[in-house]
């Protein structure tokens, strides 16, 4: 059969070249493909393909799976004319006429809900309201109150502190109070000003310029070089605070860590803009967060930061952690669960029923964590819970992905998923042994939305030295958000006490302990 295959390729390709130029050393290689040769680059063309295809698919997915609006494609074939775009204002009065004034009949409320109880605390404004119609000779027998939310936006006043001098007697010099501990000493804005902007800026993500227009329309105009440089001044005064937070960071028994991109500027640059990083080293046992910012993606930062440490850090799977603290005598390196169910998700095309078995083992652990965060429980009951009824799952699962490591291709879905899990399998299964470990990375990751929202608002930090400062920022902000402290509350505190705080009860500032040692 072979034989008879390769004369019959050789006779064809010497009919075909009696026309044309001989090659005869091109021809004798393109004779010496056998059909089976052949069979065998198909096979890897379509593998090749059937890769490419499932890249396709996540590219769609992630472009348009929570964005079903989003459109590209031209306006038109030919350009817009240049004429005024806006409506007049007769067309205005003609579709104002146009349009429905009924008011609209009033939704019925689902049965068993309520009106939104609104807070004791707030202040109550009351206004009467009397029938149009006269009252004379009637009986008041009673009223009936119905409450709405108010607001009054948000506006700038000027307090004034004014200091009595008296005279001591006998010309003994003169007595006067003293101010309080000023953010900017002379200086126009209160902590109060400061701690909005930095909080607008790192909690809302709206740059200075948005600010600075939004108070023009208050009627204060401010710099734009004094906005920035009071946000400087104060991150001057946290520095101390900053320190001592990641020490205690770092002083941990167990980390999660996750980094993500930030622009910086940077003039010597080819492209004027510079790729940093931000790593991020959550404690979710104290509920804080520090943010490290640091020029690249390499093993310097962590390497740096995690010098001291001796615990448990988990991550997302980065080579980077493996290489540094894979074999760390002192360091155990554990996993997120949820990358690895991410990559089962992914590979539900590729085998819909294996994928679905696996998807269904892990959604039982989650349902037991769900069930045990909804209790009260503490982290020895945590413990005992996951090793009953977890910890058989993923026996089962390991057994599974043992036996199934080599039963797809290497490049394809499910053999990168189960070559993800099972490599990192023992990391995985980790959270078991301890209540206070968690399945998966994802409170940390949920403290980078800020810095997401951020980045779309700013786009970069201005400077190396502004994204150290951004850094800290974060930092503080994610650990008040993670403590449910209010971010403005704190950092005013703060700014009004930290210059004149003992050094030694530094830590009673930090968002993990300032509820309890606040002023009351």
Known sequence: ???????????W?????ENR?????????????????????????EEIISDQQFELDKLRRHLF?????????NVGDGQLGLFELGVTQSVQEELSESVSVEKPAPRKRAKGTGRMALPEEL????????PSESTEGCTRIGEEVTEVLELVPASFYVKRYIRPKYARANGEGIIIGTLPDRVIEKGIPS???????TVDKYVYGMPLHRQIDKYAKMGIRIPASSASDWIMRGWDHLRPLWELLRLVVISQKYLQVDETPIKVLERDHKNGIHQGYMWLYHAPVDRLVVFDYRKGRDRSGPKEMLADFRGIIQTDGYKVYDSLFGSHPDIHLTFCMAHARRKFVDALKDDEEQANYVLDKIGKLYLLEAQMRDGTMDWEQRTVLRKEHAEPVLNTLGKWLEENQYSYRPKSPMGEAIAYAHKRWAGLSAYVLHGQMEIDNNLVENAVRPLAVGRKAYLFAGSHQAAEMTAAMYSFMASCKKNKVNEFDWLKDVFERIQSHKQKDLYQLLPSNWEEYRPK
Request: hydrophobic letters at 40%; zero cysteines.
């Open 1 to 11: 059969m072979l034989l008879n295959t390769f004369k019959a390729t050789f006779l």
């Open 13 to 17: 390709y010497l009919y075909v070249m």
């Open 21 to 45: 130029e001989k090659d005869y050393k091109k021809l004798y290689e393109e004779a010496l493909l056998t059909l089976s040769e052949k069979e065998e680059i198909l096979l890897r063309k």
């Open 65 to 73: 799976g929570f964005k079903s609006e989003k459109r590209t494609g």
């Open 123 to 130: 202040r109550r404004e009351e206004v009467v309201i009397e």
């Open 191 to 197: 902590e109060s000003v400061i701690a909005q902007m």
